[in-house]
Structures are given as C-alpha cells and as structure tokens.
T-cell receptor
Framework: DAGVTQSPTHLIKTRGQQVTLRCSPK?????VSWYQQALGQGPQFIFQ???????QRGNFPDRFSGHQFPNYSSELNVNALLLGDSALYLC??????????????FGPGTRLTVT | AQKVTQAQTEISVVEKEDVTLDCVYE???????LFWYKQPPSGELVFLIR??????QNEISGRYSWNFQKSTSSFNFTITASQVVDSAVYFC????????????FGQGTELSVKP
C-alpha cells in the first residue's frame, strides 16, 4: 500500500516565476492538506481540499492556490515566487469523515528553493 | 488564539538516558485533539500518537510515554532509554474540533542522541 507521494523532490526557481507541486494521497484517503515548513520551523497550514474544493485556508496570500482532481490527487501552485517562499512543502492526506481525530499521513515533501 | 509552544529548541542526551519533550498548547475549544509527530532527516512526518481532550489517561508504547494534563494545557512526551535512532525533530500539534483536521504545529524540538 503506497503512502503519500510528492513530486518533484527538489526544485529551484527564480523570483517571479511560478511553480506547481504535486501530491498523490494514500490509498483510500479523500482529503489533501498542504503545509509549508520553513527551515527550523514547524509546518504551517496552507489549505485543505476535499471533493475538489478548498475547504479551509490558512493565512497565506492568493499567490498560493490549489486544485484537487477526481482521483483525489492534488496540486499546489505558487505564483510570483518570493525568496521567502523557499521551504519544504508537505502534503498530507486523511479521510474527511473522521474529522480532526484522524491522523494525517504526510509525504516526504518537496524542497523549493527560490533564488 | 490557538497556539502550540515547544520551548525546548534542541536537546542533546547520551544513549540510554531518559528525555522529556515539553508541549504547551492554547485553545478556547473544549473539544480538540493533540498529536505528536517525528520528523527524521528524510523530512517525512511520522505519526506517533493522538489524544483527544476528554481522555487524560497517560499512554505508554514501548519506550515512549505521553503525559496529558488539561489543567496545565500540557502534553509532554518522554522517551525512556533513548537510542541513537531516536534522533529527529519532534513536533507537537493541536487539531481544534471545528477546523476540519487542520493541524497547528509547535516549532519543534530537535533531539540528538549521542552514542
């Protein structure tokens, strides 16, 4: 049983560019959440997708957007990249029906470096 | 405000020592969930334990134990007879009941276990 997978593993972009990160949830999971983890910090919640819609959003600007596909996989898009967007981006999947009690399974992350 | 504080940024112990990682949380909700995750150098967050706000029983799993005290809003994690493989960053997280599974993480404690 495959866990959460993310691609690419590493990415280097230039300021002002756009980036798309991808996530495939664990089998049987229908909800995908994205987190940003800056170096030396705890992960910060970006947003959560269920049934192809954004259910919740953290304190991130509109430059951060996402999408969920019918197969539950998800993309995170960041436009107009800033140096401060350099971070590890983590995807987590879960089953919505369980609510907040459900553990979230995390992927290995995508390390984004903006130069 | 909802917040998780892990005051210990780094802890270094020698193998076989016991070590306690502190976690203090803030929430006005009466129903919530608390989690501990481990993040090894590979970057993937590994679920360790979940506790709901109505269950203050301490839990032991092998060398790991958790002490939940609602009166002091603390959810501390103890590793008994630490091993080098325990070296990692450990995160405490809060999931408020009405926020659909969003995790609020502390800043993490980096544990280094030396042989």
């Amino acid at each position: 049983d495959a866990g959460v997978t993310q691609s690419p593993t590493h990415l280097i972009k230039t300021r002002g560019q756009q980036v798309t990160l991808r996530c495939s949830p664990k089998s049987g999971h229908d909800t995908v959440s994205w987190y940003q983890q800056a170096l030396g910090q705890g992960p910060q919640f970006i947003f959560q997708y269920y049934e192809e819609e954004e259910r919740q959003r953290g304190n991130f600007p509109d430059r951060f957007s996402g999408h969920q596909f019918p197969n539950y996989s998800s993309e995170l898009n960041v436009n107009a990249l800033l140096l401060g967007d350099s971070a590890l981006y983590l995807c987590a999947s879960s089953i919505l029906a369980g609510g907040p009690r459900n553990e979230q399974y995390f992927g290995p992350g995508t390390r984004l470096t903006v130069t | 405000a909802q917040k998780v504080t892990q005051a210990q940024t780094e802890i270094s112990v020698v193998e076989k020592e016991d070590v306690t990682l502190d976690c203090v949380y803030e929430t006005r909700d009466t129903t919530y969930y608390l989690f501990w995750y481990k993040q090894p150098p590979s970057g993937e967050l590994v679920f360790l334990i979940r506790r709901n706000s109505f269950d203050e029983q301490n839990e032991i799993s092998g060398r790991y134990s958790w002490n939940f005290q609602k009166s002091t809003s603390s959810f501390n994690f103890t590793i008994t007879a630490s091993q080098v493989v325990d070296s990692a960053v450990y995160f405490c997280a809060l999931s408020p009941y009405n926020q659909g599974g969003k995790l609020i993480f502390g800043q993490g404690t980096e544990l280094s276990v030396k042989p």
